[in-house]
């Protein structure tokens, strides 16, 4: 286990993925502990070493976790996540708390957006292809609304998307 090879290998890695520092630098250990495995060493002998390539990636800005965590919100928002969904994903990938709280953090009008998009895409409220065989629609409103909570959306934003669309689609 080379710091050279460590490089390619994080170069490569970020080729193909948009990744925090932690993330790198888990991938980056899997590697070590693969090669140490093999060979019969102790992957605690190459620490200095990962945290010599992380640290090169970070200053060489090939790794910038403030970049990484705005543009996977911007992702993630765009699918229909909320923000709670959101902040739990870039808490996943490593992405520190205080960044996640300034970057995750949504105003009410950006929540309403993205519960339209979920609505839309798990074809809730109007979106529904059919209600024929279906129970009342106070049944189907209430699994609706379940729905939108379980993907992280509060009461008041899934109630007003799943009202905003019966409305539209009566109008």
């Known amino acids: 286990m080379t710091v050279t090879y460590l490089r390619r290998a994080a170069l490569h890695y970020l080729e193909r993925y948009a990744a925090p520092a932690v993330q790198l630098r888990r991938v980056l250990a899997r590697k070590i502990a693969m090669s140490c495995r093999h060979h019969g060493e102790d ?51 490593g992405v520190g708390r205080e960044l996640v709280e300034a970057v995750a953090t949504t105003d009410a009008e950006s929540e309403l957006a993205a519960a339209r998009i979920a609505a839309r895409r798990k074809r809730l409220g109007s979106w529904r292809r059919s209600t024929d065989g279906m129970a009342d629609a106070a049944a189907l409103r209430r699994k609706d609304l379940a729905v939108l909570a379980r993907l992280g959306f509060g009461f008041a934003v899934a109630r007003a998307v799943l009202d905003e669309e019966e409305g539209a689609e009566a109008g």
Do not use: I, M, N, Y
């Open 43 to 93: 992957p605690a002998l190459h620490a200095a070493l990962l945290d010599e390539v992380v640290a090169q990636c970070v200053s060489l800005q090939l790794v910038d976790d403030r970049r990484f965590a705005e543009a996977r919100t911007a992702s993630l928002r765009r699918k229909g996540l909320s923000g709670r969904a959101v902040a739990g994903r870039l808490a996943a990938k």
